[in-house]
């Protein structure tokens, strides 16, 4: 069992940064690889970044490529999240996630463990 706590949520202007952040607990975190997935309101849960467990292989969708930057510290058992340059539509509730399997798009049957989730609001 995996759990997972996402954090760095908030309120930023169009245009500025935030960093989320999921501290994982349980066992073998490193031997996961992650994901971050999004879900805005009325909208189907979406994909948006993994990272293989060993940090070489880090996927993104097109919609974020060149904004955000995901990573992980697998000492800390935490993975990252950097997100710049945001937009009104980067709205949406973001989820941490330990995964089955990693591509380029992950699926969401790829997903083993799901975190809460925390809010991000971009406002124009």
């Known amino acids: 069992q995996v759990q997972l706590v996402e954090s760095g949520g908030g309120l930023v202007q169009a245009g500025g940064s935030l960093r989320l952040s999921c501290k994982a607990s349980?066992?073998?975190?490193?031997?996961?690889?992650m994901g971050w997935f999004r879900q805005a309101s009325g909208k189907a849960r979406e994909f948006v970044s993994g990272i293989s467990w060993s940090g070489d292989i880090t996927p993104y969708a097109d919609s974020v490529k060149g904004r955000f930057t995901i990573s992980r510290d697998n000492a800390k058992n935490t993975v990252y999240l950097q997100m710049n340059s945001l937009k009104p539509e980067d709205t949406a509730v973001y989820y941490c996630?330990?995964?089955?399997?990693?591509?380029?798009?992950?699926?969401?049957?790829?997903?083993?463990?799901w975190g809460q989730g925390t809010q991000v609001t971009v406002s124009s």
């Open positions: 996630a330990a995964l089955r399997w990693l591509s380029d798009v992950v699926p969401l049957p790829a997903v083993q463990y």
């Open positions: 349980g066992r073998s975190f490193s031997t996961y690889a």
